[in-house]
């Protein structure tokens, strides 16, 4: 099954080795259900506890940040639905899905873009040649960020397709389905090929130049791809998979694509504490800059979250919030900008107000069919912007 070999040849680059897990320093550890009895967020906590009650999703763990200041952090309900099981703490993990895009894959893209070594405008193909194939030749690293690449919303991975050989074939072999810059069509192809960019560029496969560029530094101690089996126990499980027999709930990453390539992937395959995604956004919403260091240039930030035409709502990497029907709710302003992960994960942030909110759930547990997901978010973001209002 290890076959990263073959990936290398392709892009032309050196093996890494998985970043080792790091201690967690006392400095950085998180607080525990901080001012969780402060009656200024009861509506937040009424909304996860009686979206647990109704089997919205077993655990959740939640933070708000204002003015760059954590104000609230607490943990809610147990690993799974049964009455015995080991109750969620603010360590919880979480499989992010969808919040690798950004939390993960567009701040190396940001990174590299801040140190010079990529235009948003180069052609994917200048970095990765093979990418090229069957008409991608003009695709820019502007056109994935924006999901208007061309590439079709989903395609199915066959089955017999092998481990990381045949699935990089898959994408680089794969054609358009739309005209390049003509549609904004969601798609998960366009941040896996991101991923791989990061590699070709930086020479550091993504995990690690994510682990290295951001995690170490920041002291995210509890975010990264293939989490060890010291930690499982208190990783949140996903979908019990009948279809994908050889994965395991916990072992392995949710999403089947991600687990193609071993669970480094740009579109997938991130973990982490909701404490965690506090301080990525935190840096973010000042402007870059974390604990006195900067690892991001303001403007860059600016830029990457800011809706990029009136087209869509995308940003780049990021989206921004609609009109109607947000999963960021009815109340955060209209430059807000935030993602969701299909796990049940999601984060919003409000520029105007300077207030995130982080919301981690398991809500594919014990299947995916369950979509309460979508009414909990606004209501949760909701609640954020009035407990804030409270102040």
């Given at each position: 099954m290890n076959k990263r070999i073959i990936y290398f040849v392709i892009v032309c680059l050196a093996t890494v080795a998985?970043?080792?897990?790091?201690?967690?320093?006392?400095a950085n550890k998180p607080p525990i259900n901080q001012v969780s009895s402060n009656q200024r967020f009861a509506r937040v906590s009424a909304v996860i506890d009686s979206s647990i009650a109704q089997g919205a999703f077993p655990s959740a763990v939640v933070g708000i940040v204002k003015d760059g200041k954590v104000i609230f952090h607490k943990a809610y309900g147990r690993l799974t639905y049964g009455a015995t099981a080991a109750a969620t703490d603010t360590s919880t993990m979480y499989d992010c899905?969808?919040?690798?895009?950004?939390?993960?894959?567009?701040?190396?893209?940001?990174?590299?873009?801040?140190?010079?070594?990529?235009?948003?405008?180069?052609?994917?193909?200048?970095?990765?040649?093979?990418?090229?194939a069957r008409?991608?030749?003009?695709?820019?690293?502007?056109?994935?960020?924006?999901?208007?690449?061309?590439?079709?919303?989903?395609?199915?991975?066959?089955?017999?397709?092998?481990?990381?050989?045949?699935f990089y074939n898959f994408v680089f072999n794969d054609t358009l389905k739309y005209k390049t810059g003509d549609s904004m069509v969601y798609s998960d192809l366009g941040f896996i090929t991101l991923g791989w960019l990061v590699q070709a560029v930086s020479g550091k496969r993504l995990d690690i130049f994510f682990h290295d560029t951001f995690a170490?530094?920041?002291?995210?101690?509890?975010?990264?791809?293939n989490p060890p089996n010291a930690l499982l126990p208190n990783v949140a499980p996903t979908e019990v998979d009948s279809f994908w027999t050889w994965k395991k709930p916990r072992a392995l990453v949710h999403d089947p694509r991600a687990?193609?390539?071993d669970g480094v992937s740009g579109h997938a395959g991130l973990f982490s504490t909701a404490y965690d995604v506090i301080n990525l956004m935190t840096m973010l919403t000042n402007g870059g800059t974390f604990n006195g260091k900067q690892y991001l240039k303001p403007a860059t930030v600016a830029m990457f979250t800011k809706r990029a035409s009136d087209r869509?709502?995308?940003?780049?990497?990021?989206?921004?919030?609609?009109?109607?029907?947000?999963?960021?709710?009815d109340l955060f302003s209209s430059t807000s900008y935030g993602h969701t992960g299909f796990t049940g994960t999601s984060v919003w942030v409000d520029p105007v107000r300077k207030l995130c909110g982080v919301l981690l759930t398991n809500r594919v547990y014990p299947t995916s069919e369950n979509k309460k997901i979508q009414q909990v978010r606004p209501k949760f973001y909701d609640a954020v912007v009035q407990a804030e209002n409270k102040e």
């Open positions: 998985t970043p080792p897990l790091h201690s967690q320093s006392p899905a969808s919040l690798t895009k950004v939390l993960c894959t567009t701040m190396c893209i940001m990174k590299l873009y801040d140190d010079g070594k990529i235009s948003l405008d180069d052609n994917v193909a200048t970095y990765i040649p093979k990418f090229a008409g991608k030749q003009n695709v820019t690293i502007r056109n994935l960020l924006l999901h208007n690449s061309g590439f079709a919303p989903f395609r199915p991975v066959p089955k017999d397709t092998t481990m990381t050989e045949g170490v530094p920041m002291g995210l101690t509890r975010t990264m791809f687990a193609f390539t869509s709502t995308r940003a780049l990497g990021w989206d921004t919030k609609a009109d109607k029907g947000s999963s960021a709710g």
